[in-house]
């Protein structure tokens, strides 16, 4: 059974340029979240979709964007990349929106570096 | 939601028993307490969950005190691989209630030393 699986897994891109990052959650779960997570910090939330629609969002600028396709896999979109982008890009699913006691399941994420 | 907080580091020896404490004195009464671990470059992994008293499962316990604003997650007999960092989380729905955000602290590292 597959786990939630990102791509591409390292990214190096330049200052000012855009990037995609994609994800696709485990067989069945319905909502995908975004994670950026800086070298020595916890994973910040950026993102949350749920059939499809936002359903929550971070304390992200405008550059960063994301959707979910009707196969609820995931894009995360950022524009005008700064240095300060550079981490490590998580995504996870759950099967369901709301239940507290759902387990999060995060994919490997992927590293972006930007130059 | 509730803030956590838990050292930032720990050393322990393999075979011996880890204990991490969290302190969430903020705790609303619907929020869980929810331990991930993460080894360098990859996602969090899920450990353990409870509400109240004890939990345990084939990697883990948490012991949550009555009056719930702390929690401790135990390991027992630790190994090199369990040599990663540790988070505590509590609160699953942000105050809105429209989204399901999982909010990370700066985590423990715990070091496993042969």
């Known amino acids: 059974d597959a786990g939630v699986t990102q791509s591409p897994t390292h990214l190096i891109k330049t200052r000012g340029q855009h990037v995609t990052l994609r994800c696709s959650p485990i067989s069945g779960h319905k909502s995908v979240s975004w994670y950026q997570q800086v070298l020595g910090q916890g994973p910040q939330f950026i993102f949350q979709?749920?059939?499809?629609?936002?359903?929550g969002r971070g304390n992200f600028p405008d550059r960063f964007s994301a959707r979910q396709f009707p196969n609820y896999s995931s894009e995360l979109n950022v524009n005008a990349l700064l240095l300060g982008d550079s981490a490590l890009y998580l995504c996870?699913?759950?099967?369901?929106?709301?239940?507290?006691?759902?387990?999060?399941?995060f994919g490997q994420g992927t590293r972006l570096t930007v130059v | 939601l509730a803030k956590t907080t838990q050292p930032i580091s720990m050393d322990s020896y393999e075979g011996q028993e880890v204990n991490i404490t969290c302190s969430h004195n903020n705790i609303a009464t619907n929020d869980y307490i929810t331990w991930y671990q993460q080894f360098p470059s990859q996602g969090p992994r899920f450990i353990i969950q409870g509400y109240k008293t004890k939990v345990t499962n084939e990697v883990a316990s948490l012991f949550i005190p009555a009056d719930r604003k702390s929690s401790t997650l135990s390991l027992p007999r630790v190994s090199l691989s369990d040599t990663a960092v540790y988070y505590c989380?509590?609160?699953?729905?942000?105050?809105?209630?429209?989204?399901?955000?999982?909010?990370f602290g700066s985590g423990t590292q715990l070091t496993v030393l042969p």
């Open positions: 989380l509590v609160g699953l729905l942000i105050s809105s209630g429209s989204a399901r955000q999982l909010t």
């Open positions: 979709y749920y059939e499809k629609e936002e359903r």
């Open positions: 996870a699913s759950t099967f369901s929106r709301f239940e507290p006691n759902t387990e999060a399941f």
